[in-house]
């Protein structure tokens, strides 16, 4: 049941915060991922040119999405630190895997720009950024299937579960195949508003692709939830949340027409929607718990005087780093700070203004 008072809930005003903060990084930085991921399975006799084209896309606001990530750590450790404790304990493998290959990540996009004249260093920085694409969102998927899944334990305080049973289960491991779907499929219908001609057509094939494979492991994972996870499945069949399963995928389906019928900014606009209701509707399922079946909003909130104090803050700073990134994003995006020689050697389009920065 959602609290009857919302307005008077701080802990679940701040828990809509946090979900707010999840579900743009999810469209934005998970975009990003799924690029990386488009770019290791860069095929044909476009090959190069579609990877030129993701990174073009990418750059150089790639590290900026990271700040909606920051915002979810932060936010978390600051107005419920019972869970940063229990998440950082119990799933310390996987997010420290995760830091690792955030960080090879972002350096391997930026190595890969300066060896441009070095074509071994440059297909091997190409390889562990395509990689690391994939690997973190996956880790991420994991990670939110562990905490719905119950198999993270507190006791007087304590984290009591395995290290790796707990994210290393079926219930994670579709999640995090989940996760790794939906950032290929964000990043194909995004890249085809970016395109034109026959690389606009190649992604339009992944997009596709991609939906179908989404909706595939969508429907797998409804039964290992109702094993697994079952905190998720009753909740996704509670009054509150059903009608949310038909609105995703009346939206999904929108998408797919969208796409198919080359209406890609509308595309795009109903991708990001249908995240947004597929994140809202995991939250609503889970709730009242952050971390299933310990820890909820209420058990786990610092004071209101903290939470006051948090939503106080984090409004004023909205109110400067929206229209911040709003601004980065207007001045910035399509130029590419990724190109290499070889990539500009192809397509002609290598100049000196479109080197990557020193002071990237």
Known sequence: M???????????????????????????????????????????????????EIARAIGPIWEANHVWLIFVIVLTFSCFPPVFAALSTALYVPLSLILVGITLRGGAFIFRAYAHDVIIAQRNWGVVFAVTSALTPMLFGMCAGAVASGNI???????????????????????????????????????????????????????????????????????????DAPQIWDGIWSRETWVLIPAAVAVGLVTIVAVWMRRFRLARITAILGIAILLGGWALAQYPYLVVPDLTYENSAASNAMLRVNLIVYGFGAVILIPALVLLFAMFKGKNPAMTGEYGASTGELDAHEQPAAGH
Request: glycine share 12%.
């Open 153 to 227: 334990r507190i006791v007087d305080g304590r984290v009591t579960s395995s290290y790796w049973t707990t994210w290393l289960g079926p219930f994670p491991i579709t999640i995090g195949l989940l996760a790794i779907t939906s950032c290929a499929y964000l990043a194909a219908v995004y890249l085809c508003v970016e395109t034109e001609g026959d690389l606009q057509e190649d992604f339009r094939k992944r997009a596709l692709g991609a939906a179908v494979a989404f909706a595939v492991l969508g429907t797998i994972a409804l039964p290992i939830a109702r094993r």
């Open 2 to 52: 959602m609290p009857d008072d919302f307005s008077l809930n701080l802990p679940f005003a701040i828990g809509a915060v946090l979900l707010a903060g999840v579900t743009i990084y999810a469209v934005t930085g998970g975009a990003d991922f799924g690029g990386g991921i488009w770019d290791l399975l860069a095929s044909g006799k476009r090959a190069k040119e579609q990877q030129l």
